[in-house]
């Protein structure tokens, strides 16, 4: 056999010799940590859902009713046909309380959106990032967040965790 020929045999053989070692502690019930560790997290791992700040809600009520009420109403109810789309095709304003899918979106998610031209090409929302502050917008979700059951809340905190551990968003 060639130098070139066994030297092109050893990473074969000794990846071989690995799997065979990690097959042979696993048989034999060893605690063999997996190369890879990195499961994401799941929801029932989120610590418990943050308090809503009191004056925070207050401020992003105030702001709401300045900004969005217009469109998605005073009420968060959105456009009683919002799942219809327009004739030219574009979106009506969805609502925001607990009958809509803004609890689906996680907190980094729904800052975007508001503050950056969205994403959808479909949606007639405005950019507010020239009109609010980050920190306005935080209020005016707090606000949004106020109106959903315990369920609703939860659900978006697990999402919003989630993507903060994982760094996604």
Not at 124 to 129: E, T
Not at 140 to 157: A, H, I, M
Request: with cysteine; aromatic share 6%.
């Amino acid at each position: 056999m060639s130098i070139r020929r066994t030297v092109s045999l050893v990473p074969v053989i000794a990846a071989a010799l690995i799997l065979s070692a990690c097959a042979s502690n696993l048989s034999t019930g060893s605690t063999l940590v997996p190369l890879s560790t990195s499961n994401p997290p799941t929801a029932d791992q989120a610590p418990p859902v943050p308090p809503l700040d009191a004056d925070r809600v207050r401020a992003g009520e105030a702001s709401y009713g300045q900004y969005c009420a217009s469109c998605h109403r005073a009420d968060l109810s959105g456009d009683p046909d919002w799942k219809t789309r327009n004739a030219d095709g574009s979106l009506r304003p969805p609502p925001h309380d607990n009958t809509g899918h803004t609890w689906h979106h996680s907190d980094a998610l729904l800052l975007s959106l508001t503050r950056d031209e969205s994403v959808f090409p479909e949606s007639r929302m405005p950019s507010f990032g020239g009109t609010l502050t980050d920190d306005e917008i935080v209020a005016v979700l707090e606000f949004v967040k106020s109106s959903w059951g315990p369920e609703e809340r939860t659900f978006q905190w697990q999402i919003t965790w989630r993507e903060q551990q994982t760094g996604a968003g």
